[in-house]
């Protein structure tokens, strides 16, 4: 079973930079690509960023400038980083990995939530 654990959330100030990590555990195999969404409720999960084992970086077009994907050097390992968050980046943010080169599936975390105050 393969489980992505985020950390990182919680109350925040507006112009804080939090960080949010996420870990995936359960497989030996190196996740290619892995990345954000978020969620703000009434709304549908949409895309942050992802990025692949290689650094390869896809940014969702009004997502560009404020945020910053990275892997870290564990394997499977995957951050995001906020900067001047604000209170409209209020959402649940999940983790997301991709497993499908390896006849797996998407597997999703939890969330966390971040929550900004203005």
């Known amino acids: 079973q393969v489980w992505l654990v985020e950390s990182g959330g919680g109350l925040v100030q507006a112009g804080e930079s939090p960080k949010l990590s996420c870990v995936a555990t359960g497989t030996t195999f190196p996740i290619n690509i892995m990345g954000w969404y978020r969620q703000t409720p009434g709304n549908q999960r949409e895309l942050v960023a992802t990025i692949t084992r290689l650094g390869n970086t896809n940014y969702a077009d009004s997502m560009k400038g404020r945020f910053t994907v990275s892997r870290g050097t564990a394997k499977n390992t995957v951050y995001l980083q906020i900067h001047n968050v604000q209170p409209e980046d209020t959402a649940v943010y999940y983790c997301?990995?991709?497993?499908?080169?390896?006849?797996?599936?998407?597997?999703w975390g939890q969330g966390t939530q971040v929550t900004v105050s203005s």
């Open positions: 997301h990995g991709d497993l499908s080169d390896y006849g797996d599936k998407v597997y």
